[in-house]
């Protein structure tokens, strides 16, 4: 059963939707029960990156998160604001991240001899395979997916880039390690594409 983390942010009802026409059995649920008990998690989000992290925090989610799936081996799949919670912070506020992944979470920034593109990044654009994981090994070249947003995440290392996608200049589009994995974009909202990386992941031991 793959539990879909409701902390009060995030497309929980389209994740469901999109899980269950794959054929997928998952579940809405914020009880800490719920959450220990769940062969694999997916982490949603929509809004800023404090809000995001004080929702974890009064809803006393953290602790059973990080047993779970930074301790425990579960499989994690953090979705758009869910991914950049993954890493150590945000330019966008000032509360520290869950620090699971070497990252840090930025505003787009242009450099000052290309033209200015709009932010936030809207709407459908392809990814670039950097490295091989199982959640990517069976997508279609090339892929594209829905993106809406106007921080993404650097990264420490390049071990963690799973998948990079350029506007303006490339930036990690899927990041992981080990058992937890991060979109940038939102599959839920994706099509086909979308239900190909959520059918990998819903394989993932």
Partial sequence: ?????????????????????????????????EIESAEKLVLPGVGSFDSGMTALEERGLVPVLTRKALHGGTPLLGLCLGMQLLTRGSEEGRRPGL???????????????????????????????????????????PSRFYFVHSYHVVCGSSDAVLATTSYGYDFPSVIGRGNLVGTQFHPEKSHRFGMALLRSFAGMA
């Fill in 1 to 33: 059963m793959i539990v879909i983390v409701d902390y009060g942010l995030g497309n929980l009802a389209s994740i469901l939707n999109m899980l269950r026409k794959i054929g997928v059995a998952a579940r809405i649920s914020s009880d800490p029960g």
């Fill in 99 to 141: 620090g699971w992944i070497d990252a840090t979470t930025v505003r787009f920034r242009f450099p000052q001899d290309t033209p200015r593109l709009p932010v936030p990044h809207m709407g459908w654009n392809r990814i670039r395979v950097e490295r091989g994981s199982p959640i990517l090994a069976a997508l279609p070249d």
